[in-house]
T-cell receptor
Framework: GQSLEQPSEVTAVEGAIVQINCTYQ??????LSWYQQHDGGAPTFLSY????GLEETGRFSSFLSRSDSYGYLLLQELQMKDSASYFC???????????FGKGTRLSVIA | DVKVTQSSRYLVKRTGEKVFLECVQD?????MFWYRQDPGLGLRLIYF???????EKGDIPEGYSVSREKKERFSLILESASTNQTSMYLC?????????????FGAGSRLTVL
């Protein structure tokens, strides 16, 4: 089976940087993904890491360390609109579906 | 844009009723999924399908069944609804095996079972 751990809540100040961590346990590993979900909205894809290192997309970056079974999502220059839930998700193989973590609720305050 | 449409945004049903949740995607995606979302529990996979007429159980299939008669449509069926099936149901689709990390979700169907 697979399990993922991420903090349930994080609060950060507008303009600051926040890191949301995710540790996982899987029988195999086929990449770590991140999704964003605003209240009342659908989850939307943010990023995917298959290899170790940092992937940057604008203000958002995602990091993976396969040896540590660990990844994080880094949000820079936080804006109020970044207040949302963020989910990490893994696949055990190329033929298995995504399994999601329980999500981290990010609150951005002024 | 890929669009995943769930037919009902809000439903209220009674215990024991048969419930159909419909999902249609318009981008010719091979893969379709049904997740359930509950506070504090994240998204849990109910069933998925990688091809027409094909279905696989996810992590919590008990009390549910699915149907995929056409590539674009994936239906979730609650044979006899129970109060513990009150939840938000999310349908998603993705292209081929390589693209299966990138899911496009529908807006969700919030089901209340009384």
């Amino acid at each position: 089976g697979q399990s993922l751990e991420q903090p349930s809540e994080v609060t950060a100040v507008e303009g600051a940087i926040v890191q949301i961590n995710c540790t996982y346990q899987t029988s195999g590993f086929y990449g770590l993904s991140w999704y964003q979900q605003h209240d009342g909205g659908a989850p939307t894809f943010l990023s995917y890491n298959a290899l170790d290192g940092l992937e940057e997309t604008g203000r958002f970056s995602s990091f993976l360390s396969r040896s540590d079974s660990y990844g994080y999502l880094l949000l820079q220059e936080l804006q109020m609109k970044d207040s949302a839930s963020y989910f990490c998700a893994v696949r055990a193989s190329g033929n298995t579906p995504l399994v999601f973590g329980k999500g981290t609720r990010l609150s951005v305050i002024a | 844009d890929v669009k995943v449409t769930q037919s009902s945004r809000y439903l209220v049903k009674r215990t024991g009723e048969k419930v159909f949740l419909e999902c249609v995607q318009d981008m010719d995606h091979e893969n379709m999924f049904w997740y359930r979302q509950d506070p504090g529990l994240g998204l849990r996979l109910i069933y998925f399908s990688y091809d027409v007429k094909m279905k696989e159980k996810g992590d919590i299939p008990e009390g549910y069944s699915v149907s995929r008669e056409k590539k674009e449509r994936f239906s979730l069926i609650l044979e006899s609804a129970s109060t513990n099936q009150t939840s938000m149901y999310l349908c998603a689709s993705s292209a081929g095996v390589g693209g299966a990390n990138v899911l496009t979700f529908g807006a969700g169907s919030r089901l209340t079972v009384l």
